[in-house]
């Protein structure tokens, strides 16, 4: 049996988190670029904060390994 977990984010446009995560694999940046694409935030717009922490962690994600790490000299 397998146990497909997601949750709501955008309760108005029925928007999941892993539909964040893939709009954000895809190319959104911004909250305007979800919106845009999504419809997040563009009614009531509580969703807007976790969007953009979704948003921020997608991009960490994918950054390559050792991105961040200082180079041999």
Partial sequence: MWLIAFMYVCLCNQVTDRQIREAARNGCRRLEDLRGQLGVSACCGSCADMAEELLEESASDSA????ALPQPA
């Fill in 64 to 67: 390559p390994l050792g991105y």
